[in-house]
């Protein structure tokens, strides 16, 4: 599954874990429609900040995932997380816009 066949669906945020005691750490988020779910999967954590606006609120509007370069400029509306760069890799930057808002930089991304 890709993030493409996300679209044009109304899905829900059903949840966030980040599980830190693995090695390489993880987070999964689980996205539900009436018809479908996804699993997007980040391992690697570099930083991730969530604010949760609640059970009844919890629609999403927007997925985004992009990848920053190893070298090279990032986008300027990534400025605010380049002091976790540490030019080894590219790395993944997720983006869950809704109501509540997830944003996730890791070393690798899928979709489940």
């Known amino acids: ?24 750490s993880e987070a999964v ?18 930083h991730a900040r969530a604010c949760l606006t609640g059970p009844d609120c919890d629609f999403v509007g927007e997925v985004i995932v992009r990848e920053l370069p190893q070298h090279g400029p990032w986008p300027a509306e ?11 890799r590219a790395l993944q930057w ?4 809704g109501p509540s808002e997830v944003e996730i930089l890791a070393e690798r991304f899928s979709v489940d």
């Open 1 to 24: 599954m890709s993030l493409e066949q996300l679209r044009g669906q109304f899905y829900w945020l059903t949840s966030v874990v980040l599980r830190t005691d693995l090695q390489p």
């Open 29 to 46: 988020i689980e996205l539900n429609s009436e018809s479908a779910s996804a699993t997007l999967r980040l391992e690697g954590i570099v």
């Open 94 to 97: 997720l983006t869950v816009i």
């Open 78 to 88: 990534a400025h605010h997380l380049v002091h976790h760069h540490d030019n080894r």
